[in-house]
């Protein structure tokens, strides 16, 4: 079922968490709303879940308004970022609830909700944790409980709030493999809201970036990343270095150094240069450079090696990220002098970039 | 995001009609049972007009009985500070066997009947008892007389200090005590410096507790009192005279003074409440802050 | 005898601070209870049957036991209402009406005893309404009950609000996703989860008010078999230095006190193994 979401408004007192906010969640997709805290995704999910009213715009599911349509009318699963399981039930009680909350007339019979449950429990490979109470199980196993009983009522949607905020590093990690594959079994329309631009890029095939209660860019992860529509989603989905210069006739320069653009901006101007630490070459020829310094900090991380260059320019610090191959050719020490030159850049004019300058 | 939703606001709550039906009939029980009476103990105690009302206090017996009440608080609060602090330091920043026990032994006044806790004193120092005999042959009175008064007092009081801080103690952990030891504290200072301002309001809560039951007490000290008016009188016992004796203006002006001192506490307890809830508020910012910045 | 290990600590002050709480518990509790064991061994066992099961006795114990289960029970009800009341709904006063529910704690029970009895006699604010319709409240057992609702609604609401003010809204969110009204909702995820609370709420409310005195004597009328309580028994029988007799009732009261706080504690410790302390 997909899901349009026509002009959004939404205020908490002062605070306009959403700002006619439009999206369209194509059926059967899985869609990541990724921001800082405070940007406005979680109340958009609560928006489409009904748990929230908002002030003005629309709901549609499946071209139908369901603006108004009461929380538990709306065929929702919502998994909760605290999982919010009913403590005094078994895992079992748990993920039948919503079936034996039905009315009377259409509730499944005991049998059935049994069997209805030990399929989703196997599903989540819990079903030897029926009897269990959730306070006897693992952050990993409340997770995949809560999604579980969020799918027991065949919900057309299903939500889910930072679904892997509270759990730690390696689990959270095999967690979402196991949700994308999951998702790729059943096919249900999907939102899940993160502030983990590594989750979001790695689980979803859309990933919508959001800020200050507006939508930044929509696209799929390879378009984010490529890609990235403002200096905001630029900044927010990685380290990134800053090059203040201009835009004249198609380039970026700044002193003698000059890269044609692509996609110039149309005005020329005062621009700013956005270069990835991967996307920074450090060579000790000046030739094609954008900058120059000192050899500050070598930081040997694993496969990479994380180098820190002073900008003789700016005296603000540059930072590249080189292969430990490339690092043993150069034979880079501390305080040697280094050119670095961008293989990558993206440009915006500069007045955009201000509010993000680190 | 959600938190700053103010409760009026919540999709999932009951409507409008329900919850307007419900806080009504739960006012409406405060009015009947917790209001009403409050303010009826005022009333009857002006109702024949403030002379009335002055002279009802400043009578012998009642300035007596007054005298009797505060001096029984004197005793008894100090008593329960010392004795509530020593046994929260021992039970909350020590291990050793038979802790629960002791746990268990302090809560016990809470579950005897006041009259049976003023009963136990009449049976260990009770003129037909040995002890009680052996005292009064030395000139020494316990029952009907002041000193089982306060034995009594203090028996019925017993667990409020340290029932406040026992949790409060173990809650805050020995941490920073033992950073005072390492940095050259003495014990002494560590307790002056360090788990006295830490566990202030607490102790202040209970040092509360503790006087409002000290000066109201009436099962306990009933039975060991003896109601010999002008010595042994409290002001609670006083009223219960009065009252026998018709003498309405009279009680209710005594025990107005009571109920004055019962709205005092609140008022009292409720601060003390909002500064605790602060300064917790502010530890628990203080360790998240900790954490994040680690 | 090493009854006391302490375990190794490098806080000073283990010695005197054991000590003095050690001393004190001593001097004020134990020694009264030896007392209270040493006169109640003095006393043949016909004798204490025969006390115990004296008519009066009987019946004082039935009513103290009965009245304060009866005040418990609409303890249960209306404090559980009032603690709903004050976490969930806000209205004008609110702080005020919290800070109010301890009244009962801080009122001297005697004070709350004529006050009630004042205004629940027949030509009282409350018992001149209630005499018309033929409810007799003051100097019967009804008005003990009412006594002892003063007394121990405090207890209740103070257990329950805070498990409620614990209580996530994403449980009732998640309830709402999974398409369950608000009474269901209530029933089956509300209400089971502040259960233990209330019940031992109640349960502390019945301790209570099983003892109370101040409050109930001047309310009682204390007639004979009918509104005379088990602690005012035990007073008559010290009065007229019966003081084995006494004893026996007062052992009678503490055994069947002491049977509830032992099931509060075991309440206590199944809820919090069963639903666990963390989240």
Redesign the interface.
């Known amino acids: 079922m997909s899901i349009e979401i026509r002009n959004i408004q939404k205020r908490?007192?002062e605070?306009t968490?959403l700002d006619n906010v439009s999206l369209t969640v194509e059926s059967g997709e899985l869609l990541a709303l990724l921001g800082p805290s405070?940007c406005g995704k979680?109340?958009l999910l609560?928006i489409i879940?009904?748990?929230?009213?908002p002030d003005a715009g629309q709901v549609l599911f499946a071209g139908k308004d369901a603006t108004h349509t009461h929380?538990?009318?709306?065929q929702?699963?919502?998994v909760?970022?605290?999982y919010?399981l009913?403590?005094?039930?078994t895992v079992f009680d748990n993920v039948a609830?919503?079936l034996t909350?039905?009315p009377r007339s259409v509730r499944p019979g005991r049998e059935e909700v049994r069997e209805r449950v030990m399929r989703l429990l196997k599903l989540v490979q819990l079903d030897w944790l029926a009897d269990a109470?959730?306070?006897?199980l693992s952050g990993g196993q409340r997770q995949r409980i809560?999604l579980a009983?969020?799918l027991?009522?065949e919900p057309k949607v299903l939500l889910l709030d930072e679904p892997f905020g509270a759990l730690d590093a390696k689990v959270r990690k095999d967690l979402r493999r196991w949700l994308r594959s999951l998702h790729n079994d059943m096919h249900i329309t999907s939102v899940f809201v993160t502030h983990d631009q590594e989750e979001a890029l790695e689980v979803s095939d859309r990933v919508v970036v959001m800020d200050h209660g507006h939508i930044e860019q929509v696209g799929t992860p390879d378009e984010i990343y490529d890609r990235p529509a403002t200096p905001f989603v630029t900044q927010f989905l990685g380290d990134v270095n800053l090059f203040h210069g201009r835009v004249d006739q198609g380039h970026f320069t700044l002193g003698d150094f000059a890269q044609p653009l692509a996609e110039a901006p149309a005005a020329g101007g005062q621009a700013v240069a956005f270069v990835r630490p991967h996307d920074l070459e450090i060579s000790r020829a000046a030739e094609g450079a954008l900058a120059h310094g000192v050899v500050e900090h070598i930081h040997a991380v694993g496969p990479i090696v994380r180098v820190e260059v002073a900008a003789e320019s700016s005296g603000k610090p540059l930072e590249a990220v080189l292969t430990r191959e490339r690092y043993r050719e150069l034979a880079l020490m501390l305080g040697d002098r280094v050119y670095v030159r961008p293989t990558r850049v993206s440009v915006f004019p500069a007045g955009d970039a201000q509010d993000y300058v680190i | 995001m959600s938190s700053a939703n103010p409760a009026s606001l919540r999709t999932t709550t009951e409507s409008r009609p329900v919850r307007y039906a419900l806080t009504a009939l739960a006012l409406a029980f405060v009015v009947l049972f917790l209001v009403i009476p409050l303010v009826s103990v005022f009333w009857e105690a002006f109702s024949k007009g403030w002379g009335l009302y002055r002279e009802a206090l400043v009578e012998p017996e009642a300035l007596s009985a007054i005298r009797l009440t505060l001096l029984t608080a004197l005793i008894a609060v100090p008593f329960n500070v010392v004795f509530g602090v020593a046994a929260a330091w021992a039970i909350a920043r020590f291990e050793f066997r038979g802790k629960s026990l002791l746990t268990t032994l302090i809560d016990l006044p809470f579950s005897v009947s006041p009259v049976v806790a003023g009963m136990m004193y009449v049976l260990l120092f009770g003129i037909n008892t040995p002890v009680g005999a052996w005292l009064d042959a030395n000139g020494f009175k316990v029952i009907f007389a002041v000193p089982g008064i306060v034995l009594a007092t203090v028996f019925v009081t017993f667990p409020f200090v340290a029932r406040e801080l026992i949790p409060l103690m173990q809650a805050q952990g020995a941490d920073e005590e033992q950073a005072a030891l390492v940095l050259g504290a003495s014990g002494w200072q560590t307790f002056r410096r360090v788990t006295l301002p830490n566990i202030k309001w607490g102790l202040l809560y209970g040092v509360i507790l503790t006087n409002a039951r000290a000066m109201g007490e009436f099962g306990a000290v009933s039975v060991v009192s003896g109601h010999i008016r002008g010595e042994t009188n409290t002001i609670p016992l006083h009223v219960e005279i009065l009252y026998n004796e018709y003498n309405f203006v009279g009680a209710f002006a005594s025990a107005s003074i009571l109920a004055l001192l019962a709205l005092v506490t609140l008022a009292a307890k409720t601060f003390v409440e909002w500064r605790m809830t602060r300064q917790h508020a502010a530890a628990r910012t203080r360790t998240a802050e900790a954490r994040a910045a680690a | 005898m090493n009854l006391i290990s302490k375990r190794h600590s490098v806080l000073p002050g283990f010695g005197l601070a054991f000590g003095v709480s050690l001393f004190w518990l001593g001097l004020i509790v134990l020694l009264p209870f030896a007392a209270l064991v040493y006169t109640a061994g003095g006393m043949s066992w016909a004798d204490f049957v025969g006390t115990v099961t004296a008519e009066r006795v009987v019946a004082s114990i039935r009513l103290s036991f009965g009245a304060a289960a009866a005040a418990s029970v609409i303890n249960a009800v209306f404090g559980f209402l009032l603690a709903w009341v004050l976490v969930r709904y806000p209205f004008p006063g609110r702080r005020f009406v919290d800070a109010l529910v301890d009244l009962p704690f801080a009122l001297p029970t005697a004070v709350a005893g004529i006050a009630l009895t004042t205004l629940y006699a027949p030509n009282g604010w409350i018992g001149r309404f209630l005499e018309p319709l033929g409810l007799k409240v003051a100097f019967t057992p009804l008005g003990i009950v009412v006594a002892l609702v003063f007394i121990g609604l405090p207890f209740v609401v103070r257990t329950v609000q805070p498990v409620l003010e614990d209580m996530e809204q994403e449980l009732e969110e998640a309830a709402t996703c999974l398409g369950a009204g608000r009474w269901q909702i209530f029933r089956r995820v509300l209400f089971p989860a502040v259960l233990p609370a209330l019940i031992t709420g109640a349960t502390m409310a019945f301790a209570r008010a099983t003892g109370e005195f101040g409050s109930v004597i001047f309310i009682a009328g204390n007639i004979p078999l009918v509104s005379e309580i088990a602690p005012l028994i035990i007073i008559s029988k010290l009065d007229q230095y019966d003081q084995a007799g006494a004893t026996a009732v007062a052992v009678v009261m503490l055994a069947i006190s002491f049977l509830f706080l032992f099931a509060i504690n075991a309440l206590q410790w199944w809820a919090a193994r069963r639903h666990g302390a963390g989240r």
């Open positions: 908490f007192g605070f968490a405070g979680t109340t609560r879940a009904g748990l929230e009213t929380v538990s009318e709306r929702v699963g919502f909760f970022q605290h919010a009913f403590r005094h039930m609830f919503g909350v039905r109470y959730p306070a006897q809560a009983r969020s027991a009522v």
